[in-house]
């Protein structure tokens, strides 16, 4: 079990409390490691460890001292990789444990039952990811394909309920943009889950300020967590709908990151990469006349609180 405070990271269990100083950021859904090549085309590759290093230590110019990696092995993510990003750039990374979605699922989830996904993936929390010597801290990213769970998805779901609600860990979801959120919710609390230790992921996608709220009314953290990845959302409305959500009061349950898993959105690619949420995301917070508590609540704080489990 995951003690609330604490944060396990591909080093061993570390207290969160020492790892902020002054506006520490944590970006909870980001991929420093992998491939979706087959998926995806070639761009979705991070497999560079020098590259990678070097986004790192950019973001963490920016303030960024801690990285969930939400990839498993869906995206292919290398443990042993995230421990070496770690290591070279001196921001604490924590890997992940559980299966993506359909279409990504390894072999043999299918003839798997409920039970013996879940032990499997407190099993990767309590000791270390398979085949590896890493241990994995989150339970992440959990999908759907469409609007609806497939009957793999929902079983997966349930597994990664079960095992966020015996580990203790952070679980963080994958719509497919922003839909089919309510019956994700629906699966976690069914399976078990705090959801007071789950992300509903990439809901900034969604620009229905209906569903952002439906989210944080049940429990979990609302996801914004695409930020400046255009291809899914402008920024523009992005912010459009935080403004909303803060004029609500709702500042509180919303958590910040880029889900960056393309090379070509790095810095080195001319991308704004890791460090987006300050050098793209608070500029148009600030020109909206956003006040610096609650940027500071979106930015520096509220990630904090999520893996605390406050």
């Given at each position: ?180 959120w309510a019956e994700q919710i ?49 920024d523009d409305v992005r912010v459009a709908r935080l ?68």
């Amino acid at each position: 079990m995951i003690e609330r405070g604490w944060v396990r990271t591909v080093r061993g269990d570390v207290e969160l409390s020492t790892l902020r100083s002054g506006k520490s950021i944590a970006l909870v859904h980001e991929h420093l490691s992998c491939d979706l090549s087959l998926g995806f085309g070639p761009e979705y590759v991070l497999t560079d460890l020098g590259l990678v290093t070097s986004e790192v230590e950019i973001a963490a110019r920016h303030g960024v001292r801690l990285v969930v990696d939400v990839g498993n092995s869906g995206h292919l993510r290398e443990p042993a990789f995230l421990r070496d990003v770690a290591d070279a750039s001196g921001v604490a990374v924590v890997a992940s444990t559980g299966h993506y979605r359909e279409g990504f699922f390894p072999p043999g989830v299918e003839a798997k039952g409920v039970d013996e996904l879940a032990e499997e993936m407190v099993a990767e929390i309590e000791t270390v990811i398979a085949g590896t010597d890493v241990p994995a801290g989150a339970i992440a990213e959990i999908g759907f394909t469409g609007e609806a769970a497939t009957p793999l998805e929902a079983k997966v779901f349930l597994a990664a309920a079960r095992a966020q609600a015996e580990s203790g860990a952070p679980l963080l979801t994958h719509t497919a943009q922003g839909v089919g959120w309510a019956e994700q919710i629906d699966l976690l609390v069914k399976g078990g889950a705090d959801l007071g230790r789950v992300v509903i992921g990439h809901m900034d996608c969604l620009d229905d300020n209906s569903a952002h709220v439906g989210v944080i009314e049940s429990g979990a953290w609302l996801g914004f967590d695409r930020v400046n990845s255009l291809r899914y959302q402008s920024d523009d409305v992005r912010v459009a709908r935080l403004l909303d959500l803060l004029e609500a009061g709702l500042e509180d349950r919303i958590v910040i990151s880029t889900d960056t898993a393309m090379v070509t959105r790095l810095t080195a690619h001319g991308g704004a990469g890791y460090a987006a949420p300050v050098t793209e995301l608070v500029p148009r917070l600030e020109s909206a006349g956003v006040p610096a508590e609650s940027i500071d609540k979106l930015l520096y704080e509220n990630a904090w609180r999520f893996l605390a489990g406050e």
